[in-house]
């Protein structure tokens, strides 16, 4: 029960501490529009938005990953001989088959 009027008590305090030290309501139109420097929105927020960037950052962190596999491979490798060459092998053609997927839907064009 101690507990919970401890927790309470921080709780109403913190809201105490925010609600003294916060922002105050804005005083002019500007000041209260929903934007970072209270400027004019260049765009509807409900236009088409295009994914592309997205989508080659999560194919540079799949290729950054390959990498990631490959530096211990090339450790291992000539202790584990043909059998981890083809595991590579395997490996990097299910990456293969990713960035050709990637090149054929035209996520590498930036127009």
Known sequence: MLTIGLITGWIALAAAIALWLGPRAASTAPQAAPFLGG???ETHAWQRYHFRPYTMALLFIAFEMEMM?????????V????????EMGMFL????VGILYGWREGVFRWQ
Do not use: D, H, R
Not at 69 to 77: C, E, L, T
Not at 93 to 96: M, N
């Open 79 to 86: 202790s584990e001989g043909i059998k981890a060459l083809a």
């Open 93 to 96: 053609a299910i990456l293969s």
């Open 39 to 41: 400027g004019t929105p």
């Open 69 to 77: 596999f490959m530096y211990p491979w090339a450790v291992v490798f």
